[in-house]
Each structure stands twice: as structure tokens, then as C-alpha cells.
């Protein structure tokens, strides 16, 4: 069975602070691609990343860095220099080509993160 | 904006009632997916259309169903609605090149 594990329920962070979200995952495919997506106040599904199983290169966009570790099946996610803007729940998701009928769209969502950070 | 629009925004309807959530994906996307979320259950995958076939089926109640038209909009039928049934519901799409999917602002469903 697929399964993604956030076990930070709630991190409280003071603007301009690092904050590393974590995900864990579990598949006996050889074939995945991991996700972020941002949840803001608002309620909409951002997607934020990507990342297949063959690629374990890390990955930076600006103040956001992701971490993927095939040894340990996680895919954490890095926020440097906080703001208050990225104060939202985030969630971490698996699919594979074998999941759910070989589609791509049908992910399995961690319970998310909830960031709070505070001016 | 991820191109995929989904209406009404918000709906609030009672106890056994049923309604219809629909979902306009992106342009030339053919698979369209339909998700819930509540507090309890986190995000999960209800339904999976392609091209107007249904593809795969999670964790959906068989009070709930869906279809898609050949326009390739999708509706999510909800009937004999439950207090529980209170959630967002998101519709996402993608394309045969895409890995993963874009989601809708949601439909925030509110049972009373």
C-alpha cells in the first residue's frame, strides 16, 4: 500500500526563522514522483513541486529547497527566511504509473502541515 | 490561476438534499479528478474520469457518483446528503504528459 506521513501536525516559526517540513513516504513501486502543494488561508491547492524516482538531485526556487532521500523514503521540504505570507497548511503526496488505474493525477496526500509564522 | 474552474464556490444545503459540483478542467486536459476533503479524512481521491469513461474509483460513497460530458467537464453528484458529508471538494485535471494534477479553487460544501 502507498502511504505519505507528515508528522508535524503544527510548526509555529517567527518571520524570517527556517523551517523544514517533513514527509515520509512508503511504495513498493519503483516508479513515483512525489509533490508539495501549499494550502493557503484562502483554501486553494497550490502545487509548489515535482519530483519522479529517479532523480535525487535537491532542488532550490528561491527561499524554498527540497530534500529527496531514497535511503530514507523522504521528501522534506525547506523554507528559508520564513514570512508571514507563508503561513498555510502544506501537504506532501505520492503517486506512481500503478496507482489507481496507471493514471498520474491520482494522489495519495499526506494530512498536511500546518505553518504559522508569526511577525 | 490553474486553469481548472470549478462552481458553485459555496453551497450550503440540508440534510438530505442532493446536488450537483461542477468542473470545467484545463484546456485539453482529458482526465479529470475529484477529491474531498474534510477534518477528518484529510484529502482523499474520490473518482477519476478519462475522456468521458470512468477510470478509477477511491474512496467514494455510492451516494455520491460522477460523469463527463464530451465537452470534458465533469459533475459530481451528491444525493441524501449527511451532516458528514460537510467538506471542500476539489476537482483537478491533467494531461497524458503531466505527472500529478492541477486542482481547482474547490466547492467548500456545507450540510445543515
Known amino acids: 500500500a502507498q502511504k505519505v506521513t507528515q508528522a508535524q501536525t503544527e510548526i509555529s516559526v517567527v518571520e524570517k526563522e527556517d523551517v523544514t517540513l517533513d514527509c515520509v513516504y512508503e511504495t513498493r513501486d519503483t516508479t513515483y514522483y512525489l509533490f508539495w502543494y501549499k494550502q493557503p488561508p484562502s483554501g486553494e491547492l497550490v502545487f509548489l513541486i515535482r519530483?519522479?524516482?529517479?532523480?535525487?538531485q535537491n532542488e532550490i526556487s528561491g527561499r524554498y529547497s527540497w530534500n529527496f532521500q531514497k535511503s530514507t523514503s523522504s521528501f522534506n521540504f525547506t523554507i528559508t527566511a520564513s514570512q508571514v505570507v507563508d503561513s498555510a497548511v502544506y501537504f506532501c503526496a505520492l503517486t506512481s504509473l500503478r496507482g489507481y488505474g496507471g493514471s498520474q493525477g491520482n494522489l495519495i496526500f499526506g494530512k498536511g502541515t500546518k505553518l504559522s509564522v508569526k511577525p | 490561476d490553474s486553469g481548472v474552474t470549478q462552481t458553485p464556490k459555496h453551497l450550503i444545503t440540508a440534510t438530505g438534499q442532493r446536488v450537483t459540483l461542477r468542473c470545467s478542467p484545463r484546456s485539453g486536459d482529458l482526465s479529470v479528478y475529484w477529491y474531498q476533503q474534510s477534518l477528518d479524512q484529510g484529502l482523499q481521491f474520490l473518482i477519476q474520469?478519462?475522456?468521458?469513461?470512468?477510470?478509477a474509483k477511491g474512496n467514494i460513497l455510492e451516494r455520491f457518483s460522477a460523469q463527463q460530458f464530451p465537452d470534458l467537464h465533469s459533475e459530481l453528484n451528491l444525493s441524501s446528503l449527511e451532516l458528514g458529508d460537510s467538506a471542500l471538494y476539489f476537482c483537478?485535471?491533467?494531461?497524458?504528459?503531466?505527472?500529478?494534477?492541477?486542482f481547482g479553487q474547490g466547492t467548500r460544501l456545507t450540510v445543515v
Open positions: 483537478a485535471s491533467s494531461a497524458d504528459r503531466d505527472r500529478g494534477a492541477f
Open positions: 474520469y478519462y475522456n468521458g469513461e470512468e477510470r
Open positions: 519530483r519522479n524516482s529517479f532523480d535525487e
